[in-house]
């Protein structure tokens, strides 16, 4: 089993930056991809990044290109999302997900492993 562990959420005006990290129970060299996917209530996960073992490929949403950043630091088990820029529909909760397939898929049901979320409100 991969145990997932978000941090870094919390409030911040628009136009503000947070960064989210999630640590690995395990080696991420264990791991194939990785991503971040958001949820608001009443809608379904979303996709918002992923990032492929090596760290090569790299995919995002069209409404966070050029805002977020995804990286993975294999050495300390550690996946991140940069979010600058934010805006109040950034607003969500955030998880964590790692696949056991390779690539950097933006599917869901692609993730094997998920976080428990952590909240990101961004006031205008």
């Known amino acids: 089993q991969v145990q997932l562990v978000e941090s870094g959420g919390g409030l911040v005006q628009a136009g503000g930056s947070l960064r989210l990290s999630c640590v690995a129970s395990v080696r991420t060299l264990s791991i194939n991809a990785m991503g971040w996917f958001r949820q608001v209530p009443g809608k379904e996960r979303a996709f918002v990044a992923a990032i492929s073992w090596n760290s090569r490929t790299t995919i995002y949403t069209d409404s966070v290109t050029g805002r977020f950043t995804i990286s993975r630091d294999n050495a300390k088990n550690t996946l991140y999302l940069q979010m600058n820029s934010l805006k109040p529909e950034d607003t969500a909760v955030y998880y964590c997900?790692?696949?056991?397939?390779?690539?950097?898929?933006?599917?869901?049901?692609?993730?094997?492993?998920w976080g428990q979320g952590t909240q990101v409100t961004v006031s205008s």
């Open positions: 997900a790692a696949a056991l397939s390779g690539g950097a898929p933006p599917e869901p049901g692609r993730y094997d492993y």
